[in-house]
């Protein structure tokens, strides 16, 4: 039987857990502790003869209560590790304890695992392996029908139009979330970083670029223009080399655990910037601040990248790909550009002195908006 099994401190974790409405039991934690990421017990002689006991840490309650968060029964250790990793990166609500950093090795392996074990990185990994001419047909014939089975990549989100609709009372419009590519596109964007642009032509590759939403959001046309006139002066020869080769799962393993801390910070914050966009189309009160950033994530033509972000994070393996994304430089210099547009500017919920945008009233107002529009529905 484990040491620890059935002890005193762990019935008053469980009893601890019990009162944030989290589950716990000796079971749940031998599997942690054996998966090294919950501390064993601190014991102490009783005295007298009388063996030792063992006492409950603060900071193992705080770690358990995070695995009991998320780790569900019959789901792998290493998507709990990063939803934890995730949270760590947070800032705690007022009054609420700090959740405690997950050890480093395990954040690096699970990280890894989830982007390594996921289709389409398996699917970049079979391009990038393929020589033969059958062997690129079958890495067509595998990506063609995972595209097909798969959601789509390319939904759009138009925050103006569904704002305008709610407000106006009417339906929310199709083409508020028209996809801006097809499914051939994803086939398309994996083919060139696996065979290279040559292999899909510059056109194919500019459509694919425009579809995915990760870079400034010039249309269709403009990227085709640009790719073509690149491709033909080898002007950006080497940068698309570049990204052709580069491993997402590689980087993450080479990153440190201060780098990944530091992605995490980025892709937590691009993603708040895009949750508020999504939060603004769903009648969050305007404020100077929040149209300021707006104005400068148009400015950017990053507004669907964000939104694509603020759902990414959303599961275990999108944040994996997000912080793996975050690792390049483009993504830290637009995170860098938008805190300090958001800091040289009005705060983005209410206005310090101002009673009309005090965020108790704030949040009222909101929460309001969206009552009278569901007795409206």
Request: with cysteine.
């Amino acid at each position: 039987m484990p040491r620890s099994a059935d002890s005193e401190a762990d019935r008053d974790l469980t009893a601890q857990l019990a009162t944030r409405g989290l589950a716990g039991s000796s079971a749940r934690y031998e599997r942690w502790r054996r998966a090294d990421l919950l501390p064993r017990h601190n014991r102490h002689g009783a005295g007298r003869g009388r063996g030792s006991i063992s006492t409950l840490a603060p900071a193992t309650v705080e770690i358990a209560a995070a695995l009991a968060r998320y780790a569900v029964q019959g789901r792998d250790l290493r998507a709990a590790v990063i939803e934890w990793f995730f949270e760590a990166g947070l800032r705690a609500p007022p009054g609420e304890p700090v959740v405690p950093e997950p050890p480093d090795a395990a954040v690096a392996e699970a990280l890894v695992w989830a982007v390594r074990t996921a289709p389409e990185y398996r699917l970049l990994q079979r391009a990038r392996a393929a020589v033969t001419e059958a062997q690129k047909d079958d890495f067509y014939a595998v990506a063609a029908e995972q595209a097909r089975r798969g959601p789509d990549p390319t939904a759009g989100f138009d925050p103006v139009s569904v704002r305008e609709a709610l407000l106006s009372s009417r339906d929310i419009p199709k083409d508020a979330f028209a996809s801006s590519g097809s499914r051939t596109d994803l086939v398309h964007y994996i083919a060139a970083l696996g065979f290279g642009v040559d292999e899909v032509g510059a056109e194919a590759f500019a459509d694919a670029i425009a579809a995915s939403g990760l870079f400034p959001q010039l249309s269709a046309q403009q990227w085709r223009d640009a790719m073509i006139e690149a491709d033909a002066s080898g002007t950006y020869a080497e940068a698309v080399t570049a990204l052709t080769r580069f491993d997402l799962a590689e980087a993450l393993e080479n990153a440190g655990i201060e780098r990944l801390r530091r992605a995490r910070e980025v892709a937590a914050g691009l993603a708040g910037f895009g949750g508020l966009l999504v939060m603004h189309a769903l009648l969050m009160p305007d404020t100077p601040g929040l149209a300021a950033l707006r104005a400068g994530i148009n400015g950017l033509g990053m507004g669907p990248a964000l939104i694509s972000l603020a759902k990414q994070v959303m599961r275990p393996r999108g944040i994996a790909f997000a912080i793996a994304g975050c690792l390049q430089p483009m993504y830290l210099a637009l995170y860098n550009s938008l805190s300090e547009l958001v800091a040289a500017g009005p705060p983005l919920l209410y206005e310090a002195g101002n009673d009309e945008h005090d965020p108790e009233r704030y949040m009222a107002t909101w929460l309001s908006s969206i009552r009278k529009l569901s007795e409206r529905s």
